[in-house]
């Protein structure tokens, strides 16, 4: 801003006149001038709205937390509009005691506050056979990040009591696609949560409400909305979301069963196409997220030439298990053209591979589980574009 600016010559109408009083939006909303951050989805890539994914817009966001409203969304018959008086969560199967809770039996269990990513195994999956998508929105936005209120399905299960041949438990949602996923008991057991606020309050009608089940780390396919049953039983039930879908197809035609855990994944969230930078050769800020269903993000480095060299990018805000983390690169950008790549590597020493390393051992008939390493090309005019380096 300089001389003449208008901006502070001119009284402006906001402190010209009295502004709207308490009350005038009991539930907030953010100001007009962020309209343009929504929700998105890719019209051509589902038949219908009722079954497909929309995407958070994580390239206007900042910090770990993604606000309720902008949590992407991904149903298979669309969105439950459950009352909460009429919804019952049902243990049954191997157990000494088969029983139902109601959400008030529920709210009356110890509950816990835990902050965990979810992302969709099939984040990043159009990206498998090249550079599709432009916008990190797209590339990567089937991932949120909230603080989950609830209780530790251990805590349930316990009290059902869990037979000793029980090993695993089937979770089923009252959405019209009643979907059913297996997990062993080992992990229902550690830290799965039966979630019912998120970030303080109730949970989304699309997220679940009035009731989620929490499983950190793992793909997002298993954290069943609408909860409505856990079944305990002996094996695996090899349903349709973990066999036909949710499966990875190597280059030998087998597919591999189960793969659970989210691998450790990062991605530049700004710059990138849909953030433009809008000023000159100066001051940068260059910010992202990494994650990894293992547990935290220990290192992430950043390379403005493509993967040739790596700065040590600096990590901002709690560092949480198995929840999305913040870095930054600040850097003095000369206008020249950069190939922006961020690498992420976690707790467990897994390092994220590029999309070459991971295309030599998966091939390129996948859709789920692409964590390779990300490229955005920056051109001295700001704008970005997607593209892949070799
Ligand atoms: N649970 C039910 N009952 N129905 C669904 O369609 N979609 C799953 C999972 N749980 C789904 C569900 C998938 S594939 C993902 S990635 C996550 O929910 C998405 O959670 P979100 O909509 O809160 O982002
Ligand atoms: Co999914």
Redesign the pocket.
Known sequence: AGEGDPAILEVQDWTRYLGDGVQARPYGVPSEFEAHVVRRDVEWLTAATESS?NFTPIHELDGIITPNGL???????GI?EIDPADHRLMINGLVDQPLVFTMEDLKRLPRENRVYF?????NSGMEWRGSQLNGAQYTHG?V?CVMYTGVPLRTILGEAGIKASGKWVLAE???A???TRSIPIEKAVDDCLVAFMMNGEALRP???YPL?LVVPGW?????????RRIEVGDLPWHQREETSKYTDLLPNGKARRFTWVMDVKSVITSPSPQMPISHGPGPLVISGLAWSGNGRITRVDVSLDGGRNWRRARIDGPSLPKALHRFYLDIDWDGRDLLLQSRAIDEDGFVQPSKEELRAVRGENSIYHNNGIQTWHVKPDGSSENVEVS
């Open positions: 994914v949590c992407f969304e991904r149903h298979h018959a439950a979810l992302e969709c195994a099939a089937m949120h949602g009252a959405d696609s009643v979907m699309e997220q679940g989620r793909e997002g396919n298993m954290w069943v909305k609408w909860l």
